[in-house]
């Protein structure tokens, strides 16, 4: 049954993107493509094992031709949201005028719509002659394709690549919003962004552990019995045989990247060289042209704020890579939180539901929950919020019914329901980051101002409804 739900909700969140994408295209924004290079690089990682798969843009800005490339295993990416054989024909023009045939043996045009349902090869047999193989069959692809590749796969895997369709939607949400349309009145419209701000200063240092020994220790002391682990695994559990637990950081190549000083914080100082602490502007990593310094800026980012959420009773649920709301104390039935929207209200995020057939055993813990992503603007970074449930069985473990009561849950919202929700997570995290006098802020959520013309302002700011 889990496995169906996913494969239906692949489905659903994938033809929404396609749809999203025609609807850019069509309003003449044809350089939504390039908003989406990034975000998806992991899912032609994992559908084409390309491990090494990267932005070229990245190496150099505005690279000739194509788009993506994994210089190692020599397959190409071109992405796009133009269909026509003129695009395909125009892509191969370049990629051999440039050269990149001595580099890459394998060009893959990806369109983010749908591509047409035949293309001439003897039309692209004229351009490649014999000096590289392409086929309109195989090397011309859509999303469509990469979801028939994605439901082969294990489920564990399907997942991964189904919180991935969603970052991209997510993405394309915003980029649509922050783009302004041709309309003559003005309107003001909320969007599930909001401004994060975060400290000036990032700490690097070397990574000084014995991980034979840590790996050796937890399995005395800790019972840790897993056969796969990795290095970010063995610090983690470093810092719990070490006694505090600090979430805020990220490893890259056997670095420790922190907004805190680890010479001067008690959960760091043993799991580093002192003598190698580096200090660098945070401009330095999240204003990078390399991708990989951006990932680091947000993996740290994010860590970080898991970290201090924990303080105000969120967690977070690594199988669905969200942040979740857990009652103040295991024993309460549920848990409010009052807020301020366009009035003053009062919301549910947390609810303990029992068993109709036995009132002693509990039926499903409901939580509130949220993933967040991040990405700039200019200068400027935001956090996407993109609210939903979570259900589980012990406050912790994910229910076996999750999707069922997701899909029950989902159906009976409306699209204010969901802004709602979004405006509330945006408003409580601004809030509490402030009482714990956080070096984060997350403001409340921005508006724009777009043309709409003959939209009335009450549909965009809805009352708040109280759950």
């Known amino acids: 049954m889990e496995a169906i739900s996913i494969e239906n909700e692949l489905r659903d969140v994938v033809s929404r993107i396609i749809i999203q994408v025609n609807l850019a295209t069509k309003q003449g924004k044809i350089d939504v493509n390039l908003t989406l290079e990034d975000a998806i690089i992991p899912i032609l990682k994992e559908v084409y094992q390309l491990p090494k798969l990267i932005n070229l843009n990245a190496k150099q800005k505005n690279f000739p031709g194509i788009d993506l490339g994994d210089e190692y295993d020599r397959v190409a990416f071109q992405v796009t949201s133009t269909t026509n054989i003129e695009k395909v024909k125009k892509s191969l023009r370049v990629f051999l005028d440039q050269g990149f045939d001595s580099n890459f043996d394998e060009l893959y045009l990806l369109i983010l719509t749908e591509k047409q349902k035949s293309y001439s090869q003897s039309a692209i047999d004229k351009i490649t002659t014999d000096k590289f193989n392409f086929s309109v069959k195989s090397n011309i692809i859509d999303l469509s394709d990469l979801l028939a590749e994605i439901t082969s796969m294990r489920l564990t895997a399907q997942k991964r690549m189904l919180h991935e369709f969603k970052l991209i939607l997510g993405d394309i949400d915003g980029y649509l919003q922050f783009t302004t349309l041709e309309q003559p009145e003005q309107k003001l419209l909320t969007t599930n962004l909001a401004e994060i701000s975060f400290p000036d200063e990032v700490y690097v240092s070397e990574v000084a552990i ?26 983690k559990l470093a810092m719990v045989l070490n006694g505090p637990v600090f979430d805020g950081w990220a490893f890259h190549e056997g670095k420790l990247f922190t907004f805190v000083n680890p010479e001067y914080d008690e959960r ?18 999240n204003q990078s042209e390399f991708v990989e310094y951006n990932n680091i800026f947000k993996e740290l980012l994010k860590s970080s704020l898991k970290d201090e959420m924990s303080s105000f009773a969120i967690n977070y649920n690594n199988s669905e890579r969200c942040f979740y709301f857990l009652p103040f104390d295991e024993k309460d039935d549920f848990r409010k939180q009052d807020w301020v929207g366009k009035k003053k209200a009062t919301r549910t995020v947390f609810e303990k539901k029992m068993n109709t057939k036995d009132i002693d ?31 589980t069985f012990n406050l912790y473990k994910k229910s076996y019914y999750h999707e069922k009561h997701l899909s029950q849950q989902k159906r009976l919202e409306t699209s204010g329901t969901v802004r709602n929700l979004t405006r509330f997570i945006a408003y409580f995290l601004n809030e509490e980051l402030t009482k714990i006098g956080s070096p984060f802020s997350i403001s409340n959520l921005a508006q724009l101002e777009c043309e709409y013309p003959d939209l009335n302002t009450d549909d965009v700011m809805e009352n708040e409804d109280e759950s």
């Open 361 to 391: 055993k509990v039926l499903y813990f409901k939580h509130l929950s949220f993933e967040i992503s991040f990405y700039n603007i200019g200068i400027k970074w935001y956090c996407l919020i993109v609210p939903s449930w979570l259900f």
């Open 268 to 285: 760091l100082l043993n799991l580093v060289d002192t003598g190698s602490i580096e200090k660098l502007n945070t401009i330095d990593l």
């Open 210 to 235: 014995d991980f034979k020994d840590t790996l050796e220790r937890a399995k005395a002391e800790l019972g840790f019995n897993k056969r796969k682990h990795n290095k970010k695994t063995l610090i």
